[in-house]
Protein backbone atom coordinates (compact mmCIF):
# COMPACT_ATOMS: atom_id res chain seq x y z
CA UNK A 1 0.00 0.00 0.00
CA UNK A 2 1.27 3.35 -0.72
CA UNK A 3 1.62 5.51 2.00
CA UNK A 4 2.56 9.61 1.64
CA UNK A 5 4.05 11.28 4.16
CA UNK A 6 4.53 15.66 4.25
CA UNK A 7 6.99 17.18 6.68
CA UNK A 8 8.43 20.85 5.91
CA UNK A 9 5.65 23.01 7.22
CA UNK A 10 5.39 26.01 9.59
CA UNK A 11 5.06 29.73 9.75
CA UNK A 12 7.35 32.05 8.15
CA UNK A 13 6.90 35.88 7.10
CA UNK A 14 5.59 37.57 3.43
CA UNK A 15 8.96 36.45 1.43
CA UNK A 16 10.23 34.14 2.88
CA UNK A 17 10.89 30.13 2.12
CA UNK A 18 10.33 26.48 2.93
CA UNK A 19 10.72 23.68 1.54
CA UNK A 20 8.37 20.94 1.81
CA UNK A 21 8.72 17.37 1.65
CA UNK A 22 6.77 13.94 1.07
CA UNK A 23 8.35 10.87 1.30
CA UNK A 24 6.28 8.02 -0.62
CA UNK A 25 6.63 4.26 0.61
CA UNK A 26 8.86 3.25 -2.29
CA UNK A 27 6.02 2.04 -4.75
CA UNK A 28 7.17 3.95 -7.34
CA UNK A 29 4.70 1.95 -9.79
CA UNK A 30 2.19 3.30 -8.20
CA UNK A 31 3.04 7.05 -7.98
CA UNK A 32 3.87 7.77 -11.64
CA UNK A 33 2.65 11.22 -11.31
CA UNK A 34 2.92 13.16 -7.92
CA UNK A 35 1.58 16.11 -7.08
CA UNK A 36 1.22 19.31 -4.46
CA UNK A 37 -2.66 20.79 -3.31
CA UNK A 38 -3.09 23.14 -1.31
CA UNK A 39 -6.36 23.90 0.37
CA UNK A 40 -7.44 27.36 2.13
CA UNK A 41 -10.13 27.69 4.33
CA UNK A 42 -13.35 28.10 2.65
CA UNK A 43 -11.93 27.53 -0.39
CA UNK A 44 -11.47 24.40 -3.03
CA UNK A 45 -8.53 22.20 -2.76
CA UNK A 46 -6.22 23.65 -5.76
CA UNK A 47 -3.34 21.90 -7.64
CA UNK A 48 -0.25 24.11 -7.14
CA UNK A 49 2.45 21.44 -8.93
CA UNK A 50 3.22 17.98 -10.43
CA UNK A 51 5.76 16.09 -11.97
CA UNK A 52 5.32 12.49 -14.00
CA UNK A 53 8.52 10.18 -13.92
CA UNK A 54 9.56 11.22 -17.28
CA UNK A 55 10.18 14.55 -16.12
CA UNK A 56 7.36 16.49 -17.12
CA UNK A 57 6.13 19.27 -14.52
CA UNK A 58 3.45 21.92 -14.49
CA UNK A 59 2.28 24.98 -12.07
CA UNK A 60 -0.60 27.08 -10.78
CA UNK A 61 -0.13 30.18 -12.56
CA UNK A 62 -0.22 31.54 -8.93
CA UNK A 63 3.13 29.65 -8.29
CA UNK A 64 4.73 29.63 -11.38
CA UNK A 65 8.12 31.66 -11.06
CA UNK A 66 8.06 31.11 -7.08
CA UNK A 67 7.65 27.18 -6.44
CA UNK A 68 9.86 24.28 -7.51
CA UNK A 69 8.61 20.64 -7.65
CA UNK A 70 11.63 17.96 -7.49
CA UNK A 71 11.62 14.39 -7.20
CA UNK A 72 14.56 12.05 -5.45
CA UNK A 73 14.19 8.75 -6.77
CA UNK A 74 16.91 7.60 -4.80
CA UNK A 75 14.88 8.60 -1.77
CA UNK A 76 11.38 8.54 -2.56
CA UNK A 77 11.13 11.86 -1.67
CA UNK A 78 9.07 14.62 -3.43
CA UNK A 79 9.58 17.95 -2.57
CA UNK A 80 8.11 21.50 -2.86
CA UNK A 81 10.25 24.82 -2.80
CA UNK A 82 8.59 27.40 -1.72
CA UNK A 83 9.66 30.83 -2.26
CA UNK A 84 8.67 34.57 -2.18
CA UNK A 85 6.09 33.32 -0.13
CA UNK A 86 2.64 35.27 0.02
CA UNK A 87 0.10 35.53 2.69
CA UNK A 88 -2.34 33.83 0.20
CA UNK A 89 -0.11 31.04 -0.32
CA UNK A 90 -1.83 30.24 3.77
CA UNK A 91 -3.27 26.51 3.12
CA UNK A 92 -3.01 22.91 4.32
CA UNK A 93 -0.78 21.66 1.95
CA UNK A 94 -1.15 17.57 0.43
CA UNK A 95 1.00 15.23 -1.18
CA UNK A 96 -0.66 12.96 -4.10
CA UNK A 97 0.21 10.68 -6.02
CA UNK A 98 -1.01 8.18 -8.94
CA UNK A 99 0.26 5.98 -11.42
CA UNK A 100 -2.05 7.12 -14.47
CA UNK A 101 -2.15 10.83 -13.90
CA UNK A 102 0.01 12.53 -16.36
CA UNK A 103 1.02 15.97 -16.81
CA UNK A 104 -0.01 17.18 -20.14
CA UNK A 105 1.04 20.31 -21.56
CA UNK A 106 2.30 22.09 -18.78
CA UNK A 107 -1.12 21.43 -16.59
CA UNK A 108 -1.19 20.34 -12.65
CA UNK A 109 -4.10 17.10 -13.69
CA UNK A 110 -6.99 17.41 -11.33
CA UNK A 111 -7.03 15.82 -8.23
CA UNK A 112 -9.91 13.70 -8.98
CA UNK A 113 -7.08 11.77 -10.48
CA UNK A 114 -5.09 10.96 -7.80
CA UNK A 115 -5.73 8.05 -5.92
CA UNK A 116 -3.32 8.12 -2.76
CA UNK A 117 -3.02 11.03 -0.47
CA UNK A 118 -1.09 12.43 2.33
CA UNK A 119 -2.58 13.74 5.51
CA UNK A 120 -1.38 17.54 4.80
CA UNK A 121 1.10 19.68 6.12
CA UNK A 122 0.24 23.22 7.64
CA UNK A 123 2.08 26.01 5.99
CA UNK A 124 0.99 29.94 7.25
CA UNK A 125 2.47 33.17 5.58
CA UNK A 126 1.78 36.16 7.65
CA UNK A 127 2.57 39.90 5.98
Known amino acids: QVQLVESGGGSVQAGGSLRLSCRDSGYTYKTHCMGWFRQAPGKEREGVAA???????AYADSVKGRFTISKDHAKNTLYLQMNSLKAEDTAVYYCAGDSFARVVAGIVPHSYEFGYWGVGTQVTVSS
Open 51 to 57: IDNDGRT
